[in-house]
C-alpha cells in the first residue's frame, strides 16, 4: 500500500466481527493452558505474549504499523525517545567503545552521550555535521560501533547529509542510526539515503498532539552485521543470558538487532510504553501526513513573514530559498521542512524573552512538534547545562527562539508573532 494508506491500516487487520480500532490491551499478563506453552515463548521458540514489559499487542501493531511507514524490517515502542536513543547505541556498543555523533542534536541526546553513557565506559566524538568527509573519516576508531545523526536537528534545524554519513559508516564497518524525530517518514524516510536504523520521539510529530511520551526505534535490515561479526559480538554469537541464542542466526538480518533490543534491553530495562500510550500514538499517525503538509505550508509561511520583519535578526528554516540547507533539504525533504522554525529577535537574549511573553496564542512549552503552536528559548531550558562553546557546536545561539508552528490559521499565528514583536 502506498505511504497515507499504510498509516490508516499497517500493523493491524481486524477480523471478521474484531473491533476496527487497534484493541487497547491493558494487561500486564497473559494466560497459558500449560507450563510447556510458557517455557516455549521464554525460550523463544514460539512468538507469544507473555509479559507486557517485553511485548504488548497493542504496542506491536503501532509499531508495525511504523515500521510499514519507515519501510523497515522490525521496529519496537519504547516509554520515551530518550530511551529509543539509548537503546539504540547501546544495543550494539558497551564499556570500551565508540560512537561518532553530529554536533547538531537535540540536548537530551547530547547530554545522555557525553555524560551518562560515557559513563558507562562508551566514548563519543561529536562531528560537525558539515564537516568535510576526510574530517569526518579522522572521527573513526578501531572500536567505534555507530554513527549517529538527527535528519533535522533540535533545536539547531541543521539538515543532515544522511548520504555522506551513511557512506562513511559503511566504509567503517558500522551502522548509521538517525533520529528521524522531525521529519518523521512522511517527508523523510533515512533508509532510502542509506541509513541503517531510524530512532524517534514519537511524542512529537508521530503523536501530534503531545498527549503521550513514546520512542520508537526502526531496524532497516540492511545491515550485514555478520560480515562485522568482531565488531558486533552481542548479535554474532551466543547471548548466555538467554539461553545461548545467536541473534543474527536464529532471527536473521532483519530481525536480530530488535530481538534483541527486546529480549535483552527491554528485559532488564523496562523502558515499556503504556497500551494505552501506544494506542495514542497509533491514533495520531492515522492522520500523520494531513497534518505534516499543514506543518510544513504553515511554518513557511511564518518563516517568510519572519525574514522579512525589521525586529528579526536571523530566520533558520532549510524550506527558505537562500537558507544555509536549502539545498540538502530539497534533496532530503522535498515535501517540506516541518513545522520547526527558529530565529534570533533584534537584541539578543533579553529580547527575545521580552518578545516571547508578548505572545498570546502561541504558548511557552518545552514541547515542540504537535498541533498547537508553541515556543521555546533553548539557551534557557532544553540547553542550560551547556557553555556557550558546547551551545556554539550544537548550532544554538543566546538570542535563539524555537517557535514550532502549529495547525492553526496561519494569518492568527501571524498575527500573535507581529503583536509580540512590536512589543520588544
Ligand atoms: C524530544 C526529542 C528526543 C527525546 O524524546 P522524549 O520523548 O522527550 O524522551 C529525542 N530526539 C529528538 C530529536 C527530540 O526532539
Same mark, same amino acid.
Given at each position: 500500500?502506498?505511504?497515507?494508506?499504510?498509516?490508516?491500516?499497517?500493523?493491524?487487520?481486524? +477480523?471478521?466481527?474484531?473491533?476496527? !480500532?487497534?484493541?487497547?490491551? =491493558?494487561?500486564?499478563?497473559?494466560?497459558?493452558?500449560?507450563?510447556?506453552?510458557?517455557?516455549?515463548?521464554?525460550?523463544?521458540?514460539?512468538?507469544?505474549?507473555f509479559y507486557?514489559?517485553? =511485548?504488548?499487542?497493542?504496542?506491536?501493531?503501532?509499531?508495525?504499523?511504523?515500521c510499514a511507514?519507515? +519501510?523497515?524490517?522490525? #521496529?519496537? *515502542?519504547?516509554?520515551?525517545?530518550?530511551?529509543?536513543?539509548?537503546?539504540?547505541?547501546? !544495543?550494539i556498543a558497551s564499556a570500551g567503545d565508540h560512537v561518532v555523533c553530529s554536533s547538531a542534536v537535540y540536548g537530551g541526546t547530547y547530554n545522555l552521550f557525553a555524560v551518562t553513557m560515557k559513563r558507562m565506559g562508551i566514548d563519543f566524538t561529536f562531528v560537525d555535521p558539515d564537516c @568535510?568527509?576526510?574530517?569526518?573519516?579522522?572521527?573513526?576508531?578501531? !572500536?567505534?560501533?555507530?554513527?549517529?545523526?538527527?535528519?533535522?536537528?533540535n533545536p539547531a534545524l541543521t539538515v543532515l547529509d544522511i548520504?555522506?554519513?551513511?557512506?562513511?559508516? %559503511?566504509? %567503517?564497518?558500522?551502522?548509521?542510526?538517525?533520529?528521524?524525530?522531525? @521529519?518523521?517518514?512522511?517527508?523523510?524516510?533515512?533508509? =532510502? &539515503?542509506?541509513?541503517?536504523?531510524?530512532? %524517534?520521539?514519537?511524542?512529537?510529530?508521530?503523536?501530534?498532539?503531545?498527549?503521550?511520551?513514546?520512542?520508537?526505534?526502526?531496524?532497516?535490515? $540492511?545491515?550485514?552485521w555478520d560480515a562485522h561479526g568482531d565488531k558486533f559480538p552481542g548479535l554474532t554469537t551466543p547471548d548466555d543470558s538467554y539461553h545461548g541464542v545467536t541473534y543474527t542466526k536464529k532471527f536473521g538480518q532483519g530481525g536480530a538487532y530488535i530481538t534483541k533490543a527486546v529480549v535483552q534491553l527491554m528485559r532488564d530495562f523496562g523502558s515499556t510504553p503504556a497500551p494505552? !500510550?501506544? &494506542?495514542?500514538?497509533?491514533?495520531?499517525?492515522?492522520?500523520?501526513?494531513?497534518?505534516?503538509?499543514? %506543518?510544513?505550508? $504553515?511554518? *513557511?509561511?511564518?518563516? =517568510?513573514?519572519?525574514?522579512?520583519?525589521?525586529?528579526? #535578526? &536571523?530566520?533558520?528554516?532549510?524550506?527558505?530559498?537562500?537558507d544555509r540547507y536549502f539545498d540538502l533539504g530539497r534533496k532530503y525533504l522535498p515535501k517540506g521542512c516541518c513545522g520547526v522554525v527558529s530565529?534570533?529577535?533584534?537584541?539578543?537574549?533579553?529580547?527575545?524573552?521580552?518578545?516571547?511573553?508578548?505572545?498570546?496564542?502561541?504558548?511557552i512549552a518545552t514541547h515542540v512538534a504537535d498541533a498547537k503552536t508553541c515556543v521555546l528559548h533553548p539557551a534557557s531550558a532544553t540547553h542550560r547545562q551547556m557553555n556557550d562553546a558546547e551551545l556554539a557546536a550544537a548550532g544554538v545561539s543566546p538570542d535563539l527562539v524555537r517557535l514550532s508552528v502549529g495547525l492553526e490559521d496561519p494569518d492568527d499565528l501571524i498575527a500573535d508573532l507581529g503583536h509580540a514583536l512590536e512589543r520588544v
Open positions: 500500500m502506498r505511504f497515507d494508506t499504510d498509516c490508516l491500516h499497517a500493523g493491524y487487520r481486524p +477480523g471478521n466481527g474484531e473491533p476496527r !480500532n487497534i484493541p487497547i490491551v =491493558q494487561s500486564t499478563t497473559f494466560r497459558y493452558e500449560t507450563s510447556e506453552d510458557m517455557g516455549k515463548l521464554f525460550d523463544l521458540e514460539a512468538s507469544g505474549y507486557t514489559r517485553l =511485548q504488548n499487542p497493542t504496542s506491536d501493531a503501532v509499531a508495525a504499523r511504523l511507514l519507515e +519501510g523497515g524490517s522490525a #521496529a519496537m *515502542l519504547l516509554s520515551s525517545g530518550q530511551a529509543a536513543t539509548f537503546f539504540a547505541v547501546f !544495543n @568535510a568527509v576526510d574530517e569526518l573519516d579522522a572521527a573513526f576508531r578501531p !572500536n567505534t560501533k555507530a554513527v549517529f545523526g538527527e535528519t533535522i536537528a548520504e555522506k554519513f551513511a557512506k562513511a559508516a %559503511h566504509a %567503517h564497518g558500522v551502522p548509521l542510526i538517525v533520529d528521524n524525530t522531525f @521529519a518523521t517518514p512522511a517527508l523523510c524516510r533515512p533508509f =532510502q &539515503w542509506g541509513a541503517d536504523i531510524v530512532t %524517534h520521539s514519537t511524542s512529537k510529530y508521530l503523536d501530534g498532539h503531545a498527549a503521550a511520551l513514546g520512542g520508537a526505534i526502526v531496524d532497516s535490515g $540492511n545491515f550485514d494505552m !500510550n501506544a &494506542w495514542l500514538l497509533g491514533m495520531g499517525m492515522e492522520t500523520l501526513p494531513l497534518r505534516m503538509e499543514r %506543518h510544513c505550508s $504553515n511554518a *513557511l509561511r511564518v518563516a =517568510q513573514y519572519l525574514q522579512g520583519h525589521g525586529k528579526v #535578526a &536571523w530566520v533558520r528554516y532549510a524550506g527558505l530559498p537562500g530565529f534570533g529577535v533584534e537584541g539578543g537574549r533579553a529580547a527575545a524573552e521580552r518578545f516571547m511573553a508578548g505572545l498570546e496564542l502561541a504558548s
